[in-house]
């Protein structure tokens, strides 16, 4: 069984940084696609910053020019670097492998971490 699980959050003062990182464990061979989503009360789940196979990456408009997503393939873990953070960035994040392939070759999508909670005060 494949597994993510994410760590990094905390509270921050608005201009802080804070890193995020995401850790896939279990039978996996290889991952995709990945994507860092954030979902803020009251608000749907948005994605926050996406990377391929091979690291073409794409960010929402509001978190350009101020997070860097990036993976380690050797390590499987995703991070997403934040800086200059502003109280509306604060949300729950969640790291998404969109597609990955296990030690047994079965292709499987979608798979959630469980979250982490991002808040910034100002």
């Known amino acids: 069984q494949v597994q993510l699980v994410e760590s990094g959050g905390g509270l921050v003062q608005a201009g802080g940084s804070l890193r995020l990182s995401c850790t896939a464990s279990g039978s996996i061979f290889s991952i995709n696609a990945m994507g860092w989503y954030r979902q803020a009360p009251g608000k749907q789940r948005e994605l926050v910053a996406g990377i391929t196979g091979d690291r073409s990456t794409n960010y929402a408009d509001s978190v350009k020019g101020r997070f860097t997503i990036s993976r380690d393939n050797a390590k499987n873990t995703l991070y997403l670097q934040m800086n200059s953070l502003k109280p509306e960035d604060t949300a729950v994040y969640y790291c998404?492998?969109?597609?990955?392939?296990?030690?047994?070759?079965?292709?499987?999508?979608?798979?959630w971490g469980q979250g982490t909670q991002v808040t910034v005060s100002s």
């Open positions: 998404k492998i969109d597609r990955y392939t296990t030690t047994d070759w079965r292709v499987r999508y979608d798979l």
